[in-house]
């Protein structure tokens, strides 16, 4: 598939080359948004997330530009995972982590280290009371913002978000303390 061929195309909205993206794409895009969900949302709201990525990315043809075109997709598929991890918790429901589904790995070291790193993260989180609990398996895990959390816990936004920050030296220093490697990005 030649890109600026594909992207010319698109703009000249030629439903040929929404086609042809979407039948090279759907893996890479599908795999994106599992990889978001960390495998918490159904097989169903992946296709509905992948197939809005493909919509966005028609609607917004006009912007793409060459050389660009994985990354938008990439982009667009994150947003759209993150607004149906948003969506799909039920208000006023109090979360905790073992509510939050870590996607599962290929290999039996993935899994291992991955049901190291759940036990670890499970103890940090054992250090904070609720609301801060809540606060943080939303912000973190559900992708919600400060407002949206502010309303569900019913607590002022700044609030919220001075205890997102406080929450993130601790959860630092806990995970530091422990050997993980800290990059600060």
């Keep these: 598939m ?8 698109l703009k000249k909205r030629d439903e040929s080359a929404i ?12 795999t ?13 709201d992946i296709e509905e997330a992948a197939a809005d990525t493909f919509f966005a990315l028609w609607n917004n043809a006009e912007k793409i530009r060459e050389g660009y075109l994985t990354g ?6 994150k947003s759209k995972a993150q607004s149906m991890l948003r969506r799909s918790r039920p208000k006023g429901e109090i979360l905790d982590i073992d509510d939050v589904v870590m996607a599962d790995e290929y290999s039996i070291e993935d899994n291992i280290d991955n049901s190291v790193l759940q036990k670890d993260i499970g103890e940090a989180l054992d250090q904070f009371g ?5 606060i943080i398996l939303r912000y973190y895990y559900y992708y919600q913002t400060a407002p949206e959390i502010a309303e569900l816990v ?4 700044e609030t919220v978000k001075s205890k997102i920050k406080r ?5 630092k220093k806990f995970f530091t303390e422990r050997g993980y490697h800290y990059e600060n990005k």
């Design 72 to 77: 938008y997709l990439s982009a667009i598929a």
């Design 19 to 30: 086609e042809e993206i979407m039948a090279h794409y759907t893996p890479y895009v599908s």
């Design 130 to 134: 609720q609301p801060d609990r809540e």
């Design 167 to 171: 929450a993130r030296e601790r959860l």
């Design 2 to 9: 030649n890109e600026k061929e594909i992207i010319q195309r």
């Design 154 to 157: 019913g607590l002022k936004k």
């Design 32 to 44: 994106i948004i599992y990889n978001v969900s960390k495998g918490s949302i159904s097989a169903a």
